[in-house]
């Protein structure tokens, strides 16, 4: 059975606010030519440079993965990218008049519909899948993080996280198929600790961050006054403190919903590799470092045997 390249049928554009620069940015996808895989380009800037997603484009990974080339960048490009490789989309134009990708919900789930109302088509060129034969595996042992890939008819994953919380305990996500990509992944939003707020606010970080768009997990006891002073920093409204736990409970959609974003997390660093693959991914405590360092490493494998 042949296995085809596939875009979008039609344009379709988002608006929204930059996680990070707290920017209103526009977004727009639209049909990519067969073998030209993801590519971004920077409708803002003169020339409108163009920065292909894939991993020796990377320059930084430590609150989300940003891209560089033809000297302009995109930022947060993760979730972006997890709803595209996670719809099996191959080719793909993604116009950005802004230095970072929307936020939107904090999830993949906004994007994936609108990639699925946009219709997604096969193209006439055959899929090319690189095979995981052996064996490929990085390691952080300073932190514990290990990210590894086995050999594997079909693509896998399973992550798991544990960052020894209270709250959150020991977690465990798995996807079998991307066919169960939108239900289970997509819309898993990312998160947060209370106690890192204010030191990602004073490193200029978060300025579009939200209780909509991010879970925030509550991991010490706090009084009410030093919880209203948190929220003056955000210039959010006062909410009541209701103690340890998950902040914004009710915009969880899993129990497990923090592991299942770091999964969400993985599949668009994953999609750095400029090829399909074919293999079980199985990772502990994964994070934009060590996942494109990973695909870097799958990178060079497949730039040797083309």
Do not use: W
């Not at 940015?25 to 920065?51: A, C, H, M, S």
């Not at 709250?167 to 939003?189: F, H, M, R, W």
């Not at 993985?266 to 695909?295: C, Q």
């Amino acid at each position: 059975m042949s296995d085809k390249q596939k875009t979008i049928l039609n344009e379709v554009t988002l608006k929204g606010t930059g996680l990070h620069t707290g920017k209103k940015v526009v977004i727009t996808f639209k049909p990519g030519n067969e073998n030209t895989g993801y590519i971004f380009r920077r409708v803002d800037l003169e020339g409108k440079p163009e920065i292909k997603a894939l991993a020796e484009n990377v320059v930084e990974t430590s609150r989300s993965t940003v891209l560089f080339q033809n000297n302009a960048t995109v930022a947060t490009v993760e979730h972006v990218m997890s709803a595209v490789f996670g719809l099996g989309i191959d080719n793909l134009i993604i116009e950005i008049d802004g230095p970072e990708t929307p936020i939107l919900d904090g999830s993949s789930k906004l994007y994936v519909e609108s990639l699925l109302k946009a219709e997604i088509i096969d193209q006439n060129a055959e899929r090319n899948y690189f095979h995981i034969k052996e064996e490929i595996k990085f390691e952080h042992n300073g932190i514990g993080t290990c990210i590894a890939a086995y050999p594997s008819d079909e693509l896998s994953f399973e992550v798991e996280i544990d960052y020894h919380s209270t709250v959150l305990g020991k977690q465990k996500a798995t996807l079998n198929n991307l066919d169960d990509y939108s239900k289970e992944i997509a819309p898993c939003k990312t998160f947060v600790f209370l106690k890192e707020l204010e030191i990602l606010l004073n490193n200029n970080q978060i300025k579009g961050g939200d209780l909509s768009n991010a879970l925030v997990i509550v991991e010490k006891e706090f009084t009410q006054k030093e919880f209203d002073r948190i929220a003056d920093l955000f210039n959010k409204k006062h909410q009541k403190y209701h103690g340890r736990g998950v902040l914004n409970e009710e915009h969880m959609t899993f129990e497990n919903e923090p592991a299942r974003h770091k999964l969400l997390d993985l599949t668009g660093d994953l999609a750095l590799a400029g090829m399909r693959i074919k293999g079980k991914i199985k990772a502990i405590k994964p994070g934009h470092f060590a996942n494109t360092e990973f695909v870097k490493m799958l990178r060079k494998q497949i730039l040797d045997i083309k």
